[in-house]
């Protein structure tokens, strides 16, 4: 058996590895420490957002400061609008889908429903009698959210609003 020879790095060759091991070990960051420009599940949820919002024709952005006459006659700027899409947005950023609702013994997740209901919670919150959302929906059937389950994940949303894990004055 021939031995081999000891190959010796220049100082570029060395600089090179220590810099792929560097990138390599900051690749993996904590799920809490990742961007949504690094963490692909997190745009993926996001792109689902935007399909769940546009069934439920969820308001958009932020409010815009509209110019609105007041009864003594003066003009104010006032927010107009609702943002429940941006909130919507934020909850999921923040929050673990795997602590928000759980799956097993026969018990079936997927995002998309996890990500309706997250809707359907921001959409409730702006009008607690809100009755046009029904459980016989098309979509809501399809995704597979139900009375249980949307009790269930909106219960978890309020406790994470309470304990403050959520920031609640954006909420």
Same mark, same amino acid.
């Given at each position: 058996m021939k031995k081999r020879k000891h190959i010796f790095l220049d100082d570029r060759a060395k600089i090179d590895r220590l810099a792929n091991k560097i990138k390599k070990y900051e690749k993996f960051k904590p799920y809490d420490q990742k961007t949504a420009d690094e963490d692909f599940r997190l745009n993926e949820k996001l792109a689902q957002l935007s399909v769940v919002a546009s069934n439920f024709m969820m308001t958009g952005h932020s409010p815009t400061l509209v110019l609105?006459?007041?009864?003594? #006659?003066?003009?104010?700027?006032?927010?107009?609008?609702? #943002?429940?899409?941006d909130r919507a947005r934020e909850i999921i950023s923040k929050i673990d889908f795997r602590k928000l609702y759980r799956g097993g013994k026969g018990r079936k997740t997927d995002p998309l429903m996890i990500i309706t209901a997250i809707c359907m919670y921001v959409m409730r919150q702006d009008n607690p009698r809100r009755g046009d959302i029904k459980y016989s929906n098309d979509f809501i059937r399809n995704v597979g959210v139900t009375k249980e389950i949307y009790k269930h994940i909106s219960q978890k949303l309020d406790s994470y609003i309470k304990s403050g894990?959520?920031?609640?004055?954006s909420i």
């Open positions: 609105t006459k007041r009864e003594e #006659g003066d003009e104010v700027l006032l927010p107009a609008g609702g #943002g429940q899409k894990n959520l920031m609640s004055s």
